[in-house]
C-alpha cells in the first residue's frame, strides 16, 4: 500500500519505491508538512521544534502556550491570516475585504487509481478511462476555512514505481457568500533543515532552458512568469538540491507545474534557516471570484526526489513518457521531418513546397512541414494573422490539392498554425477587433506586429477552431506544428459581463484570472483539435521553447526547443531541457551553415549528433546541399531509426557540465560537473546491454592533458566492445582509435576511468559511439 493513514497518531505517509513524504495533523487540527526525502519508515510528528520564537504569533486556542507558531512550523498549505509570514500559498479575500484563513483538517480519503482534475486543465493521465488502470493511488485531504465555509481539498496522487507524486488543490465555496481567491499554490515543500541550492532552467528568446544553480540564503529567490505563457525567460521546472549535490549524489528535489501559464515559484529562507519551496500560479494581479456553490482548480504539480541529478531526471523522464504524453505518438515513432522555415521563410509557393518533398524523399525524410506563410495575406509577419483560409493564390494550387501532391510523393505532411494571434490587417480583425485583447482608450503594445485573441471567450476559441479544422480537413495533416509568437501585456476582455460581473468591480477584468481563462481556451482549442485530428502529431511551438512545459506536452508531445538551431548553442539548451523533460518532447533540427542565428559553421555530423537527442528533423533547403552531405544525411536518418528506441527509451545520462557557450556565460559557474572543453552525454538501454554515447567538441588547445568522458549507468562486471556509429572527422592519433575500438572494457573501467576525450581536429567535431555488451 503506497499510501498509509494512522487516524490515530494523525499521521500521512505516502510511500513511493524509494521516497517517503509524510504529513502530520496537529493537535489544533493544522496540517502539517513533515518529511520528505529518501524512504523512510515511522512517524516525524515527535521531531517538531516547538519553542517559543518571539513574534511568532500562537493560535487563539493554544492559549498560553507560546511555542506552537504557524510561523515557524513546515506547513502543508500555509494560509494567509494564520500566524505564518512566510509565503503563503493560499490568500482568501471575503466580501468584507478581510484576508484572514484559518485552515483546519476535517477528513481523509484515499482510493485506487488517479484523483480526476475538474474545470479543463491537463493532469498526468487525466485522459484515461474511468477504470482504466494508471498505477497511481490517491489521497485527499479536507481543511476547511470556517469562518467563510471554503474548503480546501487538497489532492496527491503516488506513482510508486516511478517514484512520483502529484499535488493538485481545489477550492470550494460553501459559503453563502462570494470569496475571492488571491492567491492558491499547487504545492508547497518545507525543510526544517539543510543549505540548498535552488537549480532552475531561465534564459531568453533564443536561449531558453539554461542551467542556473544558486545558493539559497536568507530571504526569497523566486522565478516566474507574467507574460500569459510559461515563457522562454523561466520555465515551471525546477530542483532544489542539497548542497553537496553531483549527477550521483546528493539530496535532490524536483518540481514541475502542469501548466503552460503564468507562474510563480519560490524557494524562502526564513529566520530559523527554514527553506520553503513554493509553486503555483502567478500571484501578483491574481484575483478570482469564487460564487457561492463554485469550485476553483489550482494546476497540478509533479514532485520527485532522487540522490543525484541523473536518477531524478530519468524519474521525471518516465513519468512523464508514461503518465502525460498521450494518444498514438507517446509510443509512435516520430516521423522525421523537414521544416520549411529556414530553408524558405515566406519566401514559397505550392510549387517550391512539393520541389522540397521531392528532394526531401530522395533524403529519406518522412514528412514535409508548410510553415508559416500559407494562409490570408502572409508574406511576411506584418498581416495575415486570424485568416486560417488557404492562400491560394499564393500556393498556386488548393491545400488539399498540395497535401495529396506531397502524399504523392511519398511523404506525410506537416503545416504550422498561430491560433491564438491577431494580425490587425486581416479580415479577421477588421470584422471583430473586439476578438482581440486591447484596453480602451490605450493604443496597444505590439509585438511582431499581432495581437494576441481573446481566448478566454468561448466565441472566439470556437471561431478560429472552426475556421482552422475547415481549412486543415482538406489537408488531413498528419502532422501540426502549433505556434504562439508573443507575450501578452493587455489582457482586457470585450465580453459581455456575465451575471454577478461588472467590469467595475475590477473582478472581471483581473489580468491573472483572465489569462488563466486564456489558458483554458487554449487547453481547450487543443483538446478539440486532438479529438478533431485524433491521428495527428502536434508539435507545441512558443517562437521556439516559450512554451515548452507538462501542461503543453500534455497535448503536443513535443516541442520546438528553440528558434535557435546552432548545434553548439543548442548543447546548453538541450542539456538544461534535459533535467526535466524526456528527449522525445525536445524538437530539434540539422540547420544550414551558417547558422542563421549566429553565422558559425560546425560538421553536418556535429549537427546531427546534437538534434540526434531530440525529436529529429531538418531545417534548409535540400537544393543547396552537395552530393556528399545528402549522403551523409541519408546515413544520418538511418542511424536516427536504428538507435530510436535506444535514444527515446534507454535511461539518459549526462556526462559533462552546462557547457558555457552561450547567453548563460556571465550567469555563473555551473557547479556540476567540469570541463566545459566538451558535451557529451549517453542514453543507456533499460536491460543494460547497449548504450549511446555522444560527444561534441567545444574548444581546442595546444597540448592539453588527458581528459577521460567517465560513464554511466552500465553494468559492473560486464564487458562492451565500443563501435564508431558517426563521426564528424578521423581521429588524429589512429593510434587511440585501435585501442578503443580494439579492446573489450568493462563496466567498471568504462565508469571509473571512462574513455579519453580523442583529438578530433579543431572544434565543433563530434563522435557517436555505441557500446555493446560482449
Ligand atoms: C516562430 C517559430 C519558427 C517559425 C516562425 C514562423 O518564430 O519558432 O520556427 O515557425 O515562428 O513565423
Same mark, same amino acid.
Given at each position: 500500500?503506497?499510501?498509509?493513514?494512522?487516524?490515530?497518531?494523525?499521521?500521512?505517509?505516502?510511500?513511493?519505491?524509494?521516497?517517503?513524504?509524510?504529513?502530520?495533523?496537529?493537535?489544533?487540527?493544522?496540517?502539517?508538512?513533515?518529511?520528505?526525502?529518501?524512504?523512510?519508515?515511522?512517524?516525524?510528528?515527535?521531531?517538531?521544534?516547538?519553542?517559543?520564537?518571539?513574534?511568532?504569533?500562537?493560535?487563539?486556542?493554544?492559549?498560553?502556550?507560546?511555542?506552537?507558531?504557524?510561523?515557524?512550523?513546515?506547513?502543508?498549505?500555509?494560509?494567509?491570516?494564520?500566524?505564518?509570514?512566510?509565503?503563503?500559498?493560499?490568500?482568501?479575500?471575503?466580501?468584507?475585504?478581510?484576508?484572514?484563513?484559518?485552515?483546519?483538517?476535517?477528513?481523509?480519503?484515499?482510493?485506487?487509481?488517479?484523483?480526476?482534475?475538474?474545470?479543463?486543465?491537463?493532469?498526468?493521465?487525466?485522459?484515461?478511462?474511468?477504470?482504466?488502470?494508471?498505477?497511481?493511488?490517491?489521497?485527499?485531504?479536507?481543511?476547511?476555512?470556517?469562518?467563510?465555509?471554503?474548503?480546501?481539498?487538497?489532492?496527491?496522487?503516488?506513482?510508486?514505481?516511478?517514484?512520483?507524486?502529484?499535488?493538485?488543490?481545489?477550492?470550494?465555496?460553501?459559503?453563502?457568500?462570494?470569496?475571492?481567491?488571491?492567491?492558491?499554490?499547487?504545492?508547497?515543500?518545507?525543510?526544517?533543515?539543510?543549505?540548498?541550492?535552488?537549480?532552475?532552467?531561465?534564459?531568453?528568446?533564443?536561449?531558453?532552458?539554461?542551467?542556473?544553480?544558486?545558493?539559497?540564503?536568507?530571504?526569497?529567490?523566486?522565478?516566474?512568469?507574467?507574460?500569459?505563457?510559461?515563457?522562454?525567460?523561466?520555465?515551471?521546472?525546477?530542483?532544489?538540491?542539497?548542497?553537496?549535490?553531483?549527477?550521483?549524489?546528493?539530496?535532490?528535489?524536483?518540481?514541475?507545474?502542469?501548466?503552460?501559464?503564468?507562474?510563480?515559484?519560490?524557494?524562502?529562507?526564513?529566520?530559523?534557516?527554514?527553506?520553503?519551496?513554493?509553486?503555483?500560479?502567478?500571484?501578483?494581479?491574481?484575483?478570482?471570484?469564487?460564487?457561492?456553490?463554485?469550485?476553483?482548480?489550482?494546476?497540478?504539480?509533479?514532485?520527485?526526489?532522487?540522490?543525484?541529478?541523473?536518477?531524478?531526471?530519468?524519474?521525471?523522464?518516465?513519468?512523464?513518457?508514461?503518465?502525460?504524453?498521450?494518444?498514438?505518438?507517446?509510443?509512435?515513432?516520430?516521423?522525421?521531418?523537414?521544416?520549411?522555415?529556414?530553408?524558405?521563410?515566406?519566401?514559397?509557393?505550392?510549387?517550391?513546397?512539393?520541389?522540397?518533398?521531392?528532394?526531401?524523399?530522395?533524403?529519406?525524410?518522412?514528412?514535409?512541414?508548410?510553415?508559416?506563410?500559407?494562409?490570408?495575406?502572409?508574406?511576411?509577419?506584418?498581416?495575415?494573422?486570424?485568416?486560417?483560409?488557404?492562400?491560394?493564390?499564393?500556393?498556386?494550387?488548393?491545400?488539399?490539392?498540395?497535401?495529396?501532391?506531397?502524399?504523392?510523393?511519398?511523404?506525410?505532411?506537416?503545416?504550422?498554425?498561430?491560433?491564438?494571434?491577431?494580425?490587425?490587417?486581416?479580415?479577421?480583425?477588421?470584422?471583430?477587433?473586439?476578438?482581440?485583447?486591447?484596453?480602451?482608450?490605450?493604443?496597444?503594445?505590439?509585438?511582431?506586429?499581432?495581437?494576441?485573441?481573446?481566448?478566454?471567450?468561448?466565441?472566439?476559441?470556437?471561431?478560429?477552431?472552426?475556421?482552422?479544422?475547415?481549412?486543415?480537413?482538406?489537408?488531413?495533416?498528419?502532422?501540426?506544428?502549433?505556434?504562439?509568437?508573443?507575450?501578452?501585456?493587455?489582457?482586457?476582455?470585450?465580453?459581455?459581463?456575465?451575471?454577478?460581473?461588472?467590469?467595475?468591480?475590477?473582478?472581471?477584468?483581473?489580468?491573472?484570472?483572465?489569462?488563466?481563462?486564456?489558458?483554458?481556451?487554449?487547453?481547450?482549442?487543443?483538446?478539440?483539435?486532438?479529438?478533431?485530428?485524433?491521428?495527428?502529431?502536434?508539435? $507545441? &511551438?512558443?517562437?521556439? #521553447?516559450?512554451?515548452? /512545459?507538462?501542461? =503543453?506536452?500534455?497535448?503536443?508531445?513535443?516541442? @520546438? *526547443?528553440?528558434?535557435?538551431?546552432?548545434?553548439?548553442?543548442?548543447?546548453?539548451?538541450?542539456?538544461?531541457?534535459?533535467?526535466?523533460?524526456?528527449?522525445?518532447?525536445?524538437?530539434?533540427?540539422?540547420?544550414?551553415?551558417?547558422?542563421?542565428?549566429?553565422?558559425?559553421?560546425?560538421?553536418?555530423?556535429?549537427?546531427?549528433?546534437?538534434?540526434?537527442?531530440?525529436?529529429?528533423?531538418?531545417?534548409?533547403?535540400?537544393?543547396?546541399?552537395?552530393?556528399?552531405?545528402?549522403?551523409?544525411?541519408?546515413?544520418?536518418?538511418?542511424?536516427?531509426?536504428?538507435?530510436?528506441?535506444?535514444?527515446?527509451?534507454?535511461?539518459?545520462?549526462?556526462?559533462?557540465?552546462?557547457?558555457? $557557450? &552561450?547567453?548563460?556565460? #556571465?550567469?555563473?559557474? /555551473?557547479?556540476? =560537473?567540469?570541463?566545459?572543453?566538451?558535451?557529451? @552525454? *549517453?542514453?543507456?538501454?533499460?536491460?543494460?546491454?547497449?548504450?549511446?554515447?555522444?560527444?561534441?567538441?567545444?574548444?581546442?588547445?595546444?597540448?592539453?592533458?588527458?581528459?577521460?568522458?567517465?560513464?554511466?549507468?552500465?553494468?559492473?562486471?560486464?564487458?562492451?566492445?565500443?563501435?564508431?556509429?558517426?563521426?564528424?572527422?578521423?581521429?588524429?592519433?589512429?593510434?587511440?582509435?585501435?585501442?578503443?575500438?580494439?579492446?573489450?572494457?568493462?563496466?567498471?573501467?568504462?565508469?571509473?576511468?571512462?574513455?579519453?576525450?580523442?583529438?578530433?581536429?579543431?572544434?565543433?567535431?563530434?563522435?557517436?559511439?555505441?557500446?555493446?555488451?560482449?
Amino acid at each position: 500500500m503506497a499510501i498509509i493513514y494512522d487516524r490515530e497518531q494523525g499521521l500521512l505517509t505516502l510511500h513511493t519505491l524509494h521516497s517517503t513524504y509524510q504529513m502530520g495533523i496537529s493537535s489544533y487540527g493544522h496540517l502539517l508538512h513533515l518529511y520528505y526525502g529518501r524512504r523512510a519508515e515511522g512517524s516525524f510528528l515527535p521531531l517538531l521544534s516547538l519553542r517559543d520564537r518571539g513574534f511568532s504569533g500562537n493560535p487563539y486556542d493554544a492559549g498560553n502556550d507560546r511555542s506552537y507558531s504557524a510561523d515557524t512550523l513546515p506547513q502543508e498549505l500555509s494560509a494567509f491570516g494564520n500566524g505564518d509570514y512566510r509565503h503563503s500559498g493560499f490568500r482568501l479575500r471575503t466580501a468584507d475585504g478581510a484576508c484572514g484563513s484559518d485552515l483546519r483538517f476535517e477528513e481523509a480519503r484515499r482510493y485506487p487509481g488517479k484523483y480526476r482534475l475538474p474545470g479543463g486543465l491537463p493532469a498526468a493521465d487525466a485522459f484515461r478511462t474511468e477504470g482504466e488502470e494508471s498505477g497511481a493511488e490517491s489521497l485527499e485531504l479536507r481543511l476547511r476555512d470556517s469562518r467563510s465555509g471554503t474548503l480546501v481539498r487538497l489532492l496527491y496522487a503516488v506513482y510508486e514505481e516511478e517514484d512520483i507524486l502529484t499535488r493538485a488543490v481545489i477550492v470550494e465555496n460553501a459559503g453563502a457568500e462570494p470569496v475571492w481567491i488571491e492567491q492558491a499554490d499547487s504545492a508547497a515543500l518545507d525543510f526544517p533543515r539543510g543549505h540548498f541550492d535552488l537549480v532552475h532552467f531561465s534564459g531568453s528568446y533564443g536561449n531558453e532552458r539554461l542551467y542556473h544553480r544558486e545558493r539559497l540564503s536568507a530571504g526569497e529567490k523566486s522565478i516566474g512568469s507574467s507574460r500569459g505563457a510559461s515563457s522562454h525567460q523561466h520555465n515551471p521546472f525546477v530542483m532544489l538540491c542539497t548542497a553537496d549535490s553531483t549527477e550521483d549524489s546528493g539530496e535532490v528535489y524536483g518540481l514541475a507545474l502542469v501548466y503552460s501559464g503564468n507562474f510563480r515559484i519560490s524557494a524562502e529562507v526564513d529566520q530559523l534557516g527554514q527553506t520553503r519551496l513554493s509553486a503555483g500560479m502567478m500571484d501578483t494581479h491574481f484575483s478570482w471570484r469564487l460564487g457561492s456553490g463554485e469550485q476553483f482548480c489550482c494546476p497540478e504539480a509533479v514532485l520527485g526526489f532522487g540522490e543525484g541529478f541523473a536518477v531524478l531526471s530519468q524519474r521525471f523522464h518516465r513519468f512523464t513518457s508514461r503518465h502525460i504524453l498521450h494518444g498514438t505518438f507517446m509510443k509512435a515513432r516520430r516521423p522525421v521531418l523537414l521544416n520549411s522555415w529556414e530553408g524558405c521563410y515566406f519566401d514559397f509557393d505550392g510549387t517550391r513546397i512539393l520541389r522540397l518533398a521531392e528532394e526531401a524523399k530522395e533524403l529519406g525524410i518522412e514528412l514535409l512541414v508548410m510553415d508559416d506563410g500559407w494562409f490570408g495575406k502572409r508574406d511576411n509577419d506584418l498581416s495575415g494573422l486570424g485568416d486560417w483560409q488557404c492562400n491560394t493564390k499564393k500556393l498556386g494550387m488548393p491545400l488539399g490539392v498540395l497535401a495529396e501532391g506531397i502524399r504523392e510523393r511519398g511523404l506525410r505532411f506537416g503545416i504550422w498554425i498561430e491560433p491564438e494571434m491577431v494580425s490587425e490587417d486581416s479580415a479577421l480583425f477588421r470584422e471583430h477587433p473586439d476578438y482581440a485583447f486591447r484596453i480602451p482608450g490605450k493604443e496597444p503594445i505590439r509585438s511582431r506586429m499581432q495581437l494576441v485573441l481573446d481566448f478566454s471567450r468561448q466565441e472566439v476559441v470556437d471561431r478560429i477552431f472552426r475556421d482552422l479544422s475547415e481549412t486543415l480537413r482538406e489537408a488531413k495533416p498528419d502532422y501540426i506544428k502549433m505556434d504562439m509568437n508573443r507575450s501578452i501585456m493587455e489582457a482586457y476582455t470585450h465580453a459581455q459581463p456575465a451575471a454577478g460581473e461588472s467590469c467595475a468591480d475590477g473582478t472581471m477584468q483581473n489580468r491573472g484570472a483572465l489569462l488563466h481563462r486564456y489558458m483554458l481556451g487554449v487547453y481547450d482549442f487543443l483538446r478539440r483539435m486532438q479529438a478533431a485530428f485524433p491521428e495527428t502529431l502536434i508539435e $507545441g &511551438c512558443c517562437g521556439g #521553447g516559450g512554451r515548452f /512545459d507538462l501542461g =503543453m506536452l500534455y497535448f503536443t508531445p513535443q516541442i @520546438w *526547443l528553440s528558434d535557435n538551431t546552432d548545434a553548439i548553442e543548442r548543447l546548453s539548451l538541450q542539456y538544461g531541457a534535459s533535467f526535466g523533460y524526456p528527449i522525445s518532447a525536445v524538437g530539434a533540427h540539422v540547420s544550414a551553415v551558417p547558422n542563421h542565428q549566429t553565422g558559425r559553421s560546425t560538421p553536418l555530423a556535429t549537427r546531427a549528433v546534437a538534434a540526434l537527442s531530440g525529436s529529429f528533423g531538418y531545417e534548409l533547403d535540400p537544393a543547396a546541399l552537395s552530393p556528399g552531405e545528402r549522403a551523409e544525411i541519408r546515413q544520418q536518418i538511418e542511424i536516427y531509426k536504428r538507435y530510436y528506441v535506444l535514444l527515446h527509451e534507454g535511461d539518459y545520462y549526462r556526462l559533462s557540465g552546462a557547457a558555457m $557557450g &552561450c547567453a548563460a556565460a #556571465g550567469f555563473g559557474a /555551473d557547479g556540476n =560537473m567540469g570541463s566545459d572543453s566538451f558535451s557529451a @552525454w *549517453l542514453t543507456v538501454s533499460s536491460d543494460q546491454t547497449e548504450a549511446l554515447l555522444s560527444v561534441v567538441t567545444r574548444t581546442q588547445h595546444c597540448n592539453t592533458p588527458a581528459e577521460y568522458i567517465r560513464l554511466r549507468g552500465l553494468r559492473r562486471g560486464r564487458e562492451y566492445r565500443i563501435a564508431p556509429v558517426m563521426q564528424s572527422a578521423e581521429w588524429y592519433l589512429p593510434k587511440e582509435k585501435e585501442a578503443l575500438l580494439f579492446h573489450r572494457f568493462t563496466g567498471d573501467v568504462l565508469m571509473e576511468r571512462g574513455i579519453p576525450l580523442p583529438l578530433l581536429p579543431g572544434e565543433y567535431q563530434s563522435l557517436l559511439l555505441h557500446l555493446r555488451e560482449v
